[in-house]
């Protein structure tokens, strides 16, 4: 749906199919990062969403770790979701589910232009030289249809039959668990205490895993991965009936006296994995299909919705002419190293806040959560290092200060008027306030140029005030001029050149 209504964006036809009848029945992912909130902001459904979100979720609430609901609690991993990060972006971290969110995402993507088709599958691809040609058929009426396309994204899930039709293996730690997530209602609002809970992880003798509670407060859902023998856990949790399934949710509560009913069962599998390949040819992974991650952090479907921005511009670029083809083999060389960074820290977040069984010697550090939402870079072609690039694969945002391949910093040039709301269509070059010869560069280039003012601005994209940044569509900064040159317009027009690939 990301992809849909990116590429939709950027004014490219695009054909969207899906096997369901339509979007997300169950909640499934809610924590949405700044990040992605960045990306809807630029489509414009900042707003709703966030309006929607406080009909399901008090927002701002805390991640923490209790033996029960009712009883003990044992670790405060965060106390509130925004606290400390507000000024790093110009929107917050919120909870809304993929319920209520994927409608209002295909709403936008329709009246972008996009071309979805739900109850539809795929039923057959091959590509050439030149495009992908498929076959996809109505679930229904069973009517088939040849489509050929100059790419595909193969959006299609952790299953991926694309992946596995391309013959594309997964490396990571492999399958650790068969998980449960269980939906129920329950009156579980006094359980609660009148504290702000978004995510609370259950960890007891009986069963491990995370609670999620939806105002008000009747229904939600229990995460189970491990149940029995804390060292030696029972992790095939996929052969539990409705009535074990009730009696872990009961064991998470803490309380016999509440009734539970549980509404229904979803299987999927613990991994934290990566494709070894995003690109073949003309089709991306994107997504599940790409990346498997344990929801402990919230990275997976974040980071889904950041591969199809990244792609998303460059398609377009390729398709409209200003951009050699290259460009789009840009697409795996970013996306797939902060697939396998955002893997490696779900993993951690998994193995340390729960599932300590699987501790090993040499774990890797844990970083903090916006290195993984905001703070990787990129290196690749559609990018110019510097040369005293310190090729860091991530870092904190307020330690990026506008260096080629990482995020633009936000700033506010006025309220409710962000650096990051200069990005999102074509090429932005921002100037400081004496980099007049920058900004007249950009006649002819159909960049946009944009002289800032701002006295934070300098510092925070690394330049002087005779300087200018250029930033990519997707808000990455491709390329830095920290000062005056002798031929802006030259120096401009090769930056661009390179990064597009244009021989
Ligand atoms: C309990 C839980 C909590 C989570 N919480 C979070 C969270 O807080 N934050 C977060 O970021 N992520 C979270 N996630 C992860 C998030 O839900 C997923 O990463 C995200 O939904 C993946 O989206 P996707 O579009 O890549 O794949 P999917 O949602 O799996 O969509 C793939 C789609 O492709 C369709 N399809 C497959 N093959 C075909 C075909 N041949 N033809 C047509 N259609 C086809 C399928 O029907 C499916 O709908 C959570 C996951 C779980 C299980």
């Not at 589910?97 to 209002?104: D, F, S, V």
């Not at 229904?140 to 595909?152: F, V, W």
């Not at 460009?327 to 951690?348: C, I, K, N, S, W």
């Amino acid at each position: 749906m990301s992809a849909a209504m990116l590429l939709a964006h950027h004014g490219i036809r695009a054909l969207t199919v899906e096997h369901h009848r339509g979007t997300a029945i169950h909640p499934r992912a809610a924590l949405i990062s700044q990040r992605t909130m960045e990306v809807l902001r630029t489509v414009g459904l900042e707003g709703i969403v966030r309006e929607q979100s406080e009909t399901q979720f008090l927002q701002d609430g805390a991640i923490m770790a209790v033996e029960t609901l009712a009883g003990k609690e044992l670790a405060w991993f965060i106390a509130n979701m925004n606290e400390g990060i507000r000024d790093v972006s110009p929107t917050i971290r919120l909870f809304i589910t993929q319920k209520l969110l994927e409608p209002l995402m295909q709403r936008r993507a329709l009246k972008l232009g996009a071309d979805l088709r739900f109850a539809t599958e795929m039923v057959s691809f091959e590509q050439d030289a030149t495009g992908v040609r498929a076959v996809i058929r109505h679930r229904d009426t069973g009517e088939t249809q040849n489509i050929r396309a100059r790419y595909m994204i193969a959006a299609d899930g952790a299953r991926s039959g694309i992946r596995e039709k391309l013959d594309i293996a997964m490396q990571g730690t492999g399958i650790f668990s068969k998980s449960i997530t269980i939906y129920f209602r329950a009156p579980v609002g006094p359980l609660l205490r009148d504290r702000n809970l978004s995510v609370i992880y259950v960890y007891n003798p009986s069963v491990r895993g995370f609670f999620r509670i939806e105002k008000p407060y009747n229904t939600g859902f229990l995460v189970a991965n491990t149940t029995g023998d804390m060292a030696h856990p029972n992790s095939d949790l996929w052969d539990l009936d409705h009535q074990q399934c009730e009696q872990l949710v009961r064991a998470g509560l803490g309380d016999d006296s509440v009734p539970i009913v549980v509404d229904d069962v979803m299987k999927w599998h613990g991994r934290a994995d990566t494709a070894e390949r995003y690109q073949v040819n003309r089709i991306f992974l994107a997504g599940d299909a790409a990346h498997c991650l344990p929801p402990y952090g919230g990275f997976n479907g974040n980071c889904g919705v950041q591969d199809a921005h990244n792609i998303a511009w460059k398609l377009a670029a390729v398709l409209k002419g200003h951009a050699g083809a290259g460009l789009v083999d840009t697409y795996a060389v970013e996306r797939h190293p902060v697939g396998a960074f955002t893997a490696q820290q779900a993993y951690l977040r998994y193995v340390l806040r729960e599932a300590k069984y699987l501790t090993t010697e040499g774990l890797p550090a844990m970083e903090n959560d916006l290195n993984v939402e905001l703070g990787y870079r990129y290196h690749s072609s559609a990018v110019i290092a510097e040369p005293d690039d310190d090729g860091r694969p991530h870092e904190h945002p307020r330690d990026a200060k506008g260096k080629p391949g990482s995020r633009a910093p936000h700033l506010w040039l006025e309220p409710n008027r962000s650096t990051l709301d200069l990005f999102g269509a074509k090429f932005a070059l921002l100037g400081g306030p004496d980099a007049g010869d920058w900004l007249t560069a950009t006649d002819a280039l159909d960049v946009d140029a944009h002289k800032i003012t701002n006295a934070d601005f300098c510092d925070a994209y690394g330049i002087t005030p005779q300087g200018a940044v250029l930033v990519r569509p997707d808000g990455f900064v491709a390329w830095r001029a920290k000062s005056s040159e002798a031929n802006a317009h030259a120096a401009l027009a090769n930056a661009l050149d390179h990064v597009l690939h244009r021989a």
